[in-house]
């Protein structure tokens, strides 16, 4: 979808700000095929599953992680080049021994991020039977390494594609899913989707027919470059974008709410804006914030709240600060435990599968705390 639908998918900018800065028993999905609600009597009840990204630019923040709250590690990213080839594979796997080891000894697959952020990419890679070809082959190569638990597809195009390009996207998922299986049984294969694909770039009910699970855009609501400030990952109260309007239209396609996981964000953005009002016009394009302080330069949305007092927005629940007076206003919005704690509810509330943390490494412990009492309440 292109910037102009105020949809914009975080990953392709803090990867442009990376490169500026510097056991199955993880699955998703019952093995057979089952969801929750179809648990007998006595059984245990609903478990929300956690997935949790990982940015190769963070380094050896992984150290810090509590393991134990996780069903599956994102390994964020292997982007691809318009040859089908992968452009940067981040030093994997020999670089990450230590996290691959920590994760195996926690029984927690990685499953590794393939992104393609770029348009020209996309269209390169998908007109082309041999590049999509050699793609599948690279893919393949690197989960043929007992370290890698499945393949995650991270491919965010925000303009108007063909048919035939967007079927050619399909049908390389489920290649690749196929071929992933020829190599081993146990490997996994997800897609990112966008929370409202307005220009149909995506076949969403084809794409999740061909995975084993799917990762649902829930952040990004408000994004950097936006003409408005507001929440990032609102459950309601912000018409068109909010998780109750997202969950309608996937609803709508026929995907199964028990292999939706909704991702949810461990920072914020700061923009200067016309007036102090929630929802007030940006006037600038805003500033990354992470929760907790996780990058040098970047401001803790945390500590500004604390500094300047956190207010809370009655309809979404969202945590958010405001500075500033009449000559210069400037609101911070972020997420926080309270707000999460109340996604984490609406996850279990409507039976999803669970949540795609983004990224780990910008939270704190009590983030943790949160995500610890959601899972085992």
């Given at each position: 979808?292109?910037?102009?639908?105020?949809f914009?998918?975080?990953?392709?900018?803090?990867f442009?700000?990376?490169?500026?800065?510097?056991?199955?028993?993880?699955?998703?999905?019952?093995?057979?095929?089952?969801?929750?609600?179809?648990?007998?009597?006595?059984?245990?009840?609903?478990?929300?599953?956690?997935?949790?990204?990982?940015?190769?630019?963070?380094?050896?923040?992984?150290?810090?992680?509590?393991?134990?709250?996780?069903?599956?590690?994102?390994?964020?990213?292997?982007?691809?080049?318009?040859?089908?080839?992968?452009?940067?594979?981040q030093?994997?796997?020999?670089?990450?021994?230590?996290?691959i080891?920590?994760?195996?000894?926690?029984?927690?697959p990685?499953?590794?991020?393939?992104?393609?952020?770029?348009?020209?990419v996309?269209?390169?890679?998908?007109?082309?039977?041999e590049?999509?070809?050699?793609?599948?082959?690279?893919?393949?190569?690197?989960?043929?390494?007992?370290?890698?638990?499945g393949?995650?597809?991270d491919?965010?195009?925000?303009?108007?594609?063909?048919?035939?390009?967007?079927?050619?996207?399909?049908?390389f998922?489920?290649?690749?899913?196929?071929?992933l299986?020829?190599?081993?049984?146990?490997?996994?294969?997800s897609?990112?989707?966008?929370?409202?694909?307005?220009?149909d770039?995506?076949?969403?009910?084809?794409?999740?027919?061909?995975?084993?699970?799917?990762?649902?855009?829930?952040?990004?609501?408000h994004?950097?470059?936006?003409?408005?400030?507001?929440?990032?990952?609102?459950?309601?109260?912000w018409?068109?974008?909010?998780?109750?309007?997202?969950?309608?239209?996937?609803?709508?396609?026929?995907?199964g709410?028990?292999?939706?996981?909704?991702?949810?964000?461990?920072?914020?953005?700061?923009?200067?804006?016309?007036?102090?009002?929630?929802g007030?016009?940006?006037?600038?394009?805003?500033?990354?914030?992470?929760?907790?302080?996780?990058?040098?330069?970047?401001?803790?949305a945390?500590?500004?709240?604390q500094?300047?007092?956190?207010?809370?927005?009655?309809?979404?629940?969202?945590?958010?600060?405001?500075?500033?007076?009449?000559?210069?206003?400037?609101?911070?919005?972020?997420?926080?435990?309270?707000?999460?704690?109340?996604?984490?509810?609406?996850?279990?509330?409507?039976r999803?599968?669970?949540?795609a943390?983004?990224?780990?490494?910008?939270?704190?412990?009590?983030?943790?705390?949160?995500?610890?009492?959601?899972?085992?309440?």
């Amino acid at each position: 979808m292109s910037r102009s639908t105020h949809f914009h998918l975080l990953p392709a900018f803090l990867f442009a700000l990376a490169l500026s800065a510097c056991s199955q028993d993880g699955s998703v999905t019952p093995e057979d095929g089952s969801s929750a609600d179809d648990a007998p009597a006595g059984a245990s009840p609903f478990r929300m599953q956690a997935a949790g990204y990982h940015p190769a630019w963070m380094g050896d923040a992984w150290t810090t992680y509590d393991f134990e709250l996780l069903d599956v590690l994102f390994f964020f990213d292997l982007p691809v080049s318009a040859d089908g080839r992968l452009a940067d594979r981040q030093g994997w796997p020999h670089a990450w021994v230590g996290l691959i080891s920590e994760a195996q000894s926690h029984n927690v697959p990685i499953h590794l991020t393939v992104s393609i952020l770029d348009a020209h990419v996309f269209h390169a890679v998908f007109s082309s039977e041999e590049r999509v070809e050699e793609l599948i082959g690279d893919i393949t190569d690197l989960a043929t390494s007992g370290s890698v638990g499945g393949i995650h597809m991270d491919v965010e195009v925000f303009e108007p594609v063909t048919p035939e390009l967007r079927g050619a996207y399909t049908r390389f998922v489920a290649e690749l899913r196929s071929r992933l299986r020829g190599v081993r049984a146990d490997l996994e294969l997800s897609v990112f989707l966008a929370a409202l694909d307005v220009s149909d770039a995506y076949d969403e009910a084809a794409l999740a027919a061909v995975s084993d699970f799917v990762v649902v855009q829930g952040y990004d609501l408000h994004w950097l470059t936006g003409d408005t400030a507001g929440p990032l990952s609102p459950i309601r109260g912000w018409p068109g974008r909010s998780w109750d309007t997202i969950l309608a239209r996937y609803d709508a396609l026929g995907i199964g709410r028990d292999r939706m996981l909704f991702s949810v964000p461990y920072y914020g953005y700061e923009w200067p804006t016309e007036g102090p009002e929630p929802g007030a016009r940006t006037e600038a394009v805003g500033a990354l914030t992470t929760f907790a302080p996780a990058l040098a330069g970047v401001p803790s949305a945390r500590d500004a709240a604390q500094v300047h007092g956190l207010r809370r927005d009655a309809a979404s629940g969202s945590p958010w600060y405001l500075t500033g007076d009449s000559t210069a206003w400037r609101q911070g919005w972020f997420e926080d435990a309270e707000s999460l704690g109340r996604k984490y509810d609406f996850v279990k509330q409507e039976r999803l599968a669970g949540v795609a943390i983004f990224p780990l490494s910008y939270g704190d412990q009590s983030l943790d705390s949160t995500l610890r009492a959601a899972r085992w309440p």
